[in-house]
C-alpha cells in the first residue's frame, strides 16, 4: 500500500546525553521507560490510513468527549524487540502481532491496520529510537501499538475516526530478574471473559476488569491471578494476563482457546518449542480441583505461565479461600524459557522465521 511516512526527529543535540539515557534505562522496571519517538497514524472512512509520522515522544491532544475515553475502544498490542549478536534488531513473531491486532480491531469495530503497515510502524520507530535498544540480556525494547476511535462524540456507535500510536520502552523482566516462582490467588468473585466477549480480543477494558482481581490477590499475598472460567469457576484459562502450562514429567498441557483465552504468540511459540525438546503437547482442561490433586499427588511436576512481557514464569503456590496448595517445581520451564530467548536474541537459527529483523 506503500503509505507515505513523515519524521520529525530529534536533532543529536536535542536528545538525551549518554549520561543520562544510560541513567534511565539502569533499572527500567516494566512500563516506566520510553525512548525519544513515538509513531503515529490516523484513519477515517474517506482516507483510510494516513498522516504516518515518526514524532518526538509528546503528550497527543485528545478532546474531552473523546470515544476512546468514554466508550473503551481501544485495543493493544505488546511486542518485544531484541538487538541481535550482528547488531541487528529483531522483533519476536512481528506479524502474528500484526495479524492478532487486526483481529482486536476488528471484534471492537475498529478498522483494521494492514499489516505492513504495523511493520513499517516498528521499524520507523526502532530507525528514530536505535540507540535504546538494549544491548544487556536481561532488558529488551517493548513495542507497544494502541489503536482508539478519537471521535469527538458520544454518540453510541463506533467512531468514525481513529488513531494508531505506537510507543517503544525499555523494560526489563516482568517479574524482575531471576524472579522466585510466584504465587497466585484462585478467587470465585471476579471472571475475566466469557463467550461471546472480548476475552480473545487484546483491549484495554479487560485489564481494568482484571485489577480489582489483581487488588484482592494482592491482599491474600499473591502476586498474580488465576482466571477460572466465569460458566462454572471450575476451569482453569489463564494466569494474569498469561497463558498457563501444566507439567506432567515431560507431558505439557495447557488449556484450549476456547474463545475466552487471550491466543497468547508465547503459549503458541511454547507449544511449537515443546518438541523440539522431547515434550509431548496436549490442549484440554484442567479443572482447578485437578490442578490441587494432581500437584499434591506429584503427578503435575511443574506449572508455568507465559507471556511477552513475562517470558515464562514459574508458579510456585496456589492460595484458595480456605488454603492453598504448592506446585513443584522442574526443569521443564527453565529449558523452554531458555529455547525461547535463544530464538529471540538471535543465538540459534531461526529455522521458523519467528525473528522479523526490522533494522541492519
Ligand atoms: C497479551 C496476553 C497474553 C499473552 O500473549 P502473548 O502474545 O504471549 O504476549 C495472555 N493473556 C492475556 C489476557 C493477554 O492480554
Redesign the pocket.
Known sequence: MGIAWSRTVLADERRLSAAELARRVAAPGFGEVTTEHVVSCRWSAEREWHDAEVLPYQPVPMDPAMAGLHYGQVVFE?LKAYRQPDGAVAAFRAVE?AERFRRSAARLAMPEPPVELFLESLAELVAADRRWVPADDSQSLYLRPVLYGTDASLALRPAAGYRLLVLALVVENFFGTDAPPVSVWAGSRYA?ASVGGTGEA?CAG?YAGAFAAQVEAAEHGCRQVVWLDAAEHRWVE?MG???IFFCYGDRLVTPPLSGTL?P????ASVLALAADLGLTVEERRVSLADWRADATSGAMTEAFA????AVVTPIGRVVERDGGFAVGTGPVAGRLLAALTDVQRGRVEDVRGWRYRLAE
Open positions: 505488546g502481532h475475566r487484546k479487560n489463564e494476563a498469561m497463558n487471550l497468547g504468540i508465547t503459549r507465559c507471556g511477552t512481557a
